[in-house]
């Protein structure tokens, strides 16, 4: 019996002294069998390494301090250095820009002389500008102090839907 504890316990060096091998005791602890372990792990480590390094290349990690938004509701979003907000449809390009799209803005047309008056203020449609913009609109998350969706009852949905409706009714 005590031959027996020697050889199942001992260094595999004694193991081939005492007429056993690695393989006849079921041992698999030696050197070259921890190598092809740690080999194993460092691959798959290498693996995992590169494969959220592409992730981020492709920008699939959102930046997480961006609400999620809501691409079938109309947004006002307004900006840092703006009074007046502007709406759209809000989406988010990347971890530092969201685009607005579909971009209305109100134009107060007429300034109230007494506190009897209410000042005109008008929905213009974005794009019309002398200088031609697209109606598209990329903004500098850090340029935005907040942005809010809307309902769709709201005084400026339905106007912008009136606008829609006749800007479409026109083409035809």
């Not at 316990?9 to 005492?18: C, D, G, K, L, Q």
């Not at 134009?107 to 913009?133: D, M």
């Not at 102090?145 to 009714?169: C, G, K, P, Q, Y």
Request: net charge neutral; with cysteine; hydrophobic share 35%.
């Amino acid at each position: 019996m005590n031959d027996i504890n020697r050889i199942k316990y001992s260094n595999p060096a004694s193991r081939h002294e005492a007429g056993g091998s690695n393989r006849e005791m079921g041992s698999q602890t030696g050197p070259v069998c921890q190598n092809h372990s740690m080999g194993r792990w460092l691959v798959a480590l290498l693996a995992i390494f590169i494969g959220v390094q592409l992730l981020s290349v492709f920008n699939v990690f959102q930046d997480q301090t961006f609400p999620s938004v809501n691409p079938y509701t109309w947004q006002a979003v307004f900006l840092v250095n703006e009074n007046f907000p502007l709406f759209g449809h809000l989406t988010e390009l990347n971890k530092d820009y969201v685009q607005l799209s579909n971009i209305y803005y109100t134009q107060v047309s007429q300034q109230a002389t007494s506190s009897k008056e209410q000042p005109q203020v008008s929905l213009i449609k974005f794009g019309n500008e002398i200088y031609g913009p697209s109606d598209l609109m990329n903004i500098p998350k850090s340029q935005i102090l907040h942005w809010e969706e809307m309902r769709s009852d709201s005084t400026v949905v339905r106007s912008i839907e009136r606008f829609i409706e006749a800007a479409n009714s026109a083409k035809k």
